[in-house]
């Protein structure tokens, strides 16, 4: 059983840039894919970036060459860098965790989720 809970959230101006962070306990998350996905108001849940045991990164479209997913296994915590952000990023964001090791970009890939962390963004 992993348990993750995301931070660093928070309200900022278009243009700025947040650090989000997910921790993990319960066990190592150094074999695991990672991933991150967002919810904005009255839509769907979305895919942001997933990150392999390897450190193979893929992004979504709408967020590729903007936010950066990595990992500090030392500290069983993994990232989302979100730079240049725009209003149309403003969501909660969640962490994700699968049993595999190797990336998925849909949320059934993943089996642990933490319970979000809100970023909005001023225009």
């Known amino acids: 059983q992993v348990q993750l809970v995301e931070s660093g959230g928070g309200l900022v101006q278009a243009g700025g840039s947040l650090r989000l962070s997910c921790v993990a306990s319960g066990r190592t998350i150094s074999n695991s894919a990672m991933g991150w996905f967002r919810q904005a108001p009255g839509k769907e849940q979305e895919f942001v970036a997933t990150l392999s045991w390897s450190g193979i990164t893929y992004y979504a479209d709408s967020v590729k060459g903007r936010f950066t997913i990595s990992r500090d296994n030392a500290k069983n915590t993994v990232y989302l860098q979100m730079n240049s952000l725009k209003p149309e990023d403003t969501a909660v964001y969640y962490c994700?965790?699968?049993?595999?090791?190797?990336?998925?970009?849909?949320?059934?890939?993943?089996?642990?989720w933490g319970q979000g962390t809100q970023v909005t963004v001023s225009s």
């Open positions: 994700a965790a699968r049993g595999s090791s190797y990336s998925g970009v849909r949320a059934s890939d993943y089996a642990y």
